[in-house]
């Protein structure tokens, strides 16, 4: 690659590209890229591939889609691809168990609102939609076996949980090898510069780098992004970890669950989720650790969140809602914060071992006279279910818990 001057505003679109990321690989390369893109006038072709393994879009997604817009706003080409022919594979990154693989039929169903979803975070008019179907199923019997000679089994092991499956005798099936074989080949057909993903997905983002030199092409860099802890601030958010929030719920579910973190991991959503500067989140912060509530701090990060997936009025609604609900019904801002284990919970057996109620007919009692609350909501089902998840429990107008589900 030849030598660009580093100019301020390149060194500006650095910063940017840096903020909250976990790693650039090769910053140096990527410097380059974004001279040479700001002297000659061609935008960089960013990619991120999602695999439509669910139908819904949740805020840990739009990390890296944040990520995306921001390089979008700097001028370049931003590549959402959506891995219909990778999802009938099944990414194992970070599994120890070979995940199934989805059908035609679901990964369509899936397909259908992701493209939508995401345009709440990109801009429409300047990001290309492609599929890596348009390559991977041309491909055929023979072109899969010429990709697969360009990369070993040796490298291939190299990836942490393959080798932990094969220490420990769990079963790798061959065609997970075919998973970040083909997400690389994906970068070598859209000859992107920069590819983006998850701090799971390095692995992978390295396949693809590795893939373009064997073809040919100057390698892309990747930037990994962190994985945003769900509302339990345990576990990455998964819907199948019941910690999430969607970017398509209702505007009162939104507020109540963002409403839920605790202050430790207010700051981390900030920092990974607002659009506020740096500078703004530290000046907030210091106001909290000179004495302000901590619950303004919070409310402004759902306020934000849910003007920008819904609007201005929505977010004033819901914020009039939650303090009719939780503040006007004097809600603590200290509460006891308890983990059980065991999800999924029965409500009764829950709000025992939450001592909010001394026996089971006692929790039933008061769920009969309609004393209890779930994050706001009152309670009727005595045989509900509670699965892995943080929730605000309430017993009257005085006894309250943030139970953590595990």
Request: charged residues 25%; hydrophobic residues 40%; neutral net charge.
């Amino acid at each position: 690659m030849s030598k660009y001057a580093i100019t301020p505003e390149v060194e500006s679109n650095l910063r940017v590209a840096l903020r909250g990321c976990d790693e650039l690989l090769v910053q140096s390369e990527f410097a380059q890229k974004l001279a040479r893109s700001h002297a000659t006038g061609v935008p960089l072709r960013v990619k991120l591939g999602l695999d439509p393994t669910a139908p819904d879009i949740h805020l840990g997604h739009t990390v890296v889609l944040n990520k995306m817009r921001q390089l979008q706003d700097l001028g370049h080409t931003v590549i959402f691809l959506i891995g219909d022919f990778t999802s009938m594979i099944g990414d194992p990154s970070g599994r120890n168990t070979t995940r199934p693989p989805l059908t035609r039929e679901q990964i369509e169903e899936n397909a259908k609102t992701y493209y939508a979803q995401a345009s709440m975070v990109l801009d429409p008019a300047r990001t290309e939609i492609r599929y890596n179907s348009e390559w991977c199923d041309p491909l055929g019997a023979r072109g899969m076996i010429q990709l697969a000679s360009r990369y070993t089994v040796a490298r291939m092991m190299e990836r942490d949980d393959f080798t932990k499956r094969f220490k420990s005798g769990v079963p790798i099936s061959v065609h997970e090898f075919l998973y970040p074989l083909m997400q690389g080949y994906d970068s070598v057909a859209l000859k992107s510069d920069i590819e983006l993903g998850g701090t799971d997905q390095k692995f992978n983002l390295l396949v693809g780098r590795e893939l373009q030199k064997e073809y040919g092409q100057e390698p892309q860099c990747i930037l990994t992004m962190p994985l945003l802890e769900g509302t339990d601030g345990v576990e990455k958010m998964s819907k199948s970890k019941n910690n999430y929030i969607g970017i398509g719920e209702a505007p009162d579910s939104m507020f109540g669950k963002l409403m839920s973190v605790s202050d430790t991991l207010m700051w981390r959503y900030y920092e990974l989720l607002s659009f506020k500067s740096l500078e703004e989140i530290a000046a907030l912060r210091a106001e909290v650790q000179a004495g302000r509530n901590p619950r303004d701090a919070k409310v402004m990060l759902a306020q934000e969140i849910i003007t920008r997936f819904h609007s201005r009025q929505a977010a004033e609604a819901a914020l009039a809602s939650f303090e009719a609900r939780f503040r006007d019904g004097a809600i603590p801002d200290d509460m006891p914060e308890i983990k059980i284990q065991g999800a999924p919970i029965g409500i009764l057996k829950l709000l025992r071992e939450a001592s909010l109620a001394s026996s089971g007919a006692e929790a039933q009692r008061n769920i009969e006279q309609g004393g209890v609350r779930i994050d706001g909501n009152k309670i009727e089902d005595k045989a509900l279910q509670l699965s892995a998840g943080t929730y605000v429990l309430q017993v009257g107008k005085r006894k309250f818990a943030r139970v953590t589900l595990v």
